[in-house]
Nanobody, 124 residues
């Protein structure tokens, strides 16, 4: 089982990025998935989560209205569209999956598999 996050990079404040998380080794269409981030010296935090079908989502207040989480189960891929990026969005972003969960999962330690992380840096 492997989650491969990609799409990070350096962007100016106000810019946009789209992160992808490609899953392999099993079918993730019955899993809940989430995006987390961890800034230097801070704890890893959940910023967006999505249920198995994509019909239910969760966003942290810090990203609500700017970020959009989505998934393509046919491609076994999770996405995070990030708009209006701010310097405080700078962090390593991780994707994760909770096996066989129909609901949105908002508890970090309930996730079963994690990607390796992709760096997002927003310059002011």
């Amino acid at each position: 089982v492997q989650l491969q996050a990609s799409g990070g990079g350096l962007v100016q404040a106000g810019g946009s990025l789209t992160l992808s998380c490609a899953a392999s080794g099993r079918t993730f269409s019955s899993d809940a998935m989430g995006w987390f981030r961890q800034a230097p010296g801070k704890e890893r935090e959940l910023i967006a989560a999505i249920n198995w079908s994509g019909g239910s989502t969760y966003y942290a207040d810090s990203v609500k209205g700017r970020f959009t989480v989505s998934r393509d189960n046919a491609k076994n891929t999770l996405y995070l569209q990030m708009n209006s990026l701010k310097p405080e969005d700078t962090a390593v972003y991780y994707c994760a999956t909770k096996v066989l969960s129909m609901q949105v999962v908002t508890i970090l330690w309930e996730y079963d598999y994690w990607g390796q992380g992709t760096q997002v840096t927003v310059s002011s």
